[in-house]
């Protein structure tokens, strides 16, 4: 985070170019910048948490849209956002050894909240004659858009079943070739991850012939020996059409800050975001299968404002 959130003495923090305050706003207090993808978390937090945060800490929350979730790690570590969804398993790598062209160790990052699994979906067309996770040797398999947390799982994924990336004709293509790309016959099957329902995992359904693949729970007990970050997970019956509940793996969720956010405003954050939970539920199913005994068991260390409310919960040693 930047020194002038730390002081909190008037400055108003923007993410970049073309940021204004808003009209008959003072810059004099801070902002606190939130990315997102879609928004159905945090656009109903941010609100709960404008409306409450300023009673107990004198700062406004701002939303940064992005398309993918990709950068989120690397801009909380430049001190570019300040919080922002990630998966787990990126996150520990993200921390322990770093990805991307980081350089090495990203150790800014800090947990805050463990929240909700997030399914990594196997669909696959009829014509490919894929019926499992192990007939994708020799496929053209959408793997993600390059260096994104989709490739990270994925990679693991295969690994735990006896493939590599080099085993399949793995595709870096944009997000929006996924869709023409299926229609045509020119990718066999995606791996796609993100909340139910997707949008985009909707709109692949709707290609004809392209249905779920199951990966089994025999199939993740041996990709956890790869990636310990993935467990057993599944698609509920009819989230996309007419299909039974689809078995599959999933990997948890982290709300991850920058380190140095002030203990205060960080502690107020995640007790306000504990205390939204049930009606952050209604934007987002998944928030209702939180477990609250380990929402604190992030796998990169808590910010000390966070560890602080799980202590007054005693949730946290």
């Not at 808003?22 to 993808?37: C, E, F, H, L, Q």
């Not at 493939?163 to 004709?169: E, M, N, Q, T, Y």
């Not at 996924?178 to 909707?202: H, M, T, Y």
Request: aromatic share 8%; proline share 8%; with cysteine.
């Amino acid at each position: 985070m930047k020194a002038s959130l730390k002081t909190l003495l008037g400055v108003v923090l923007f993410a970049g170019a073309g940021c204004q305050p808003p009209v008959g706003k003072t810059n004099s207090v801070p902002v606190v910048r939130m990315a997102t993808v879609l928004g159905r978390v945090m656009n109903p937090f941010s609100e709960a948490l404008n409306r409450t945060l300023p009673e107990h800490f004198p700062a406004r929350i701002e939303i940064q849209r992005s398309k993918t979730s990709e950068s989120h790690l690397k801009h909380i570590e430049a001190g570019e956002i300040d919080f922002a969804m990630v998966q787990t398993d990126v996150a520990y790598l993200a921390y322990s050894k770093g990805i991307g062209d980081s350089g090495g160790p990203q150790r800014k990052l800090r947990g805050v909240a463990l929240l909700y699994t997030n399914p990594v979906r196997l669909l696959a067309t009829q014509a490919s004659g894929i019926r499992d996770i192990v007939d994708l040797r020799g496929k053209r398999v959408f793997v993600g858009t390059g260096h994104n947390p989709t490739e990270f799982t994925v990679k693991m994924a295969l690994e735990g079943v006896g493939l590599s990336l080099a085993d399949i004709k793995a595709q870096w293509i944009p997000n929006e070739a996924i869709v023409p790309g299926l229609r045509e016959g020119k990718l066999d099957a995606v791996f796609a991850r993100g909340n139910d329902p997707s949008p985009a995992v909707q709109e692949m359904m709707q290609v004809p012939g392209v249905s779920f693949i199951p990966i089994t729970a025999g199939q993740i007990e041996k990709m956890y020996e790869y990636n310990p970050f993935l467990h057993s997970t599944s698609i509920p019956a009819g989230m996309y059409g007419r299909h039974p509940e689809i078995e599959t793996a999933g990997v948890d969720m982290l709300l991850a800050c920058h380190d140095d956010l002030p203990e205060e405003l960080v502690y107020w954050i995640t007790r306000i975001l504990f205390e939204s939970l049930p009606t952050l539920a209604d934007s987002l199913n998944s928030l209702r299968q939180i477990d609250f005994e380990h929402i604190q068991a992030s796998p990169i260390p808590l910010h000390p404002g966070a560890a602080r409310y799980y202590r007054e919960r005693e949730l946290f040693p």
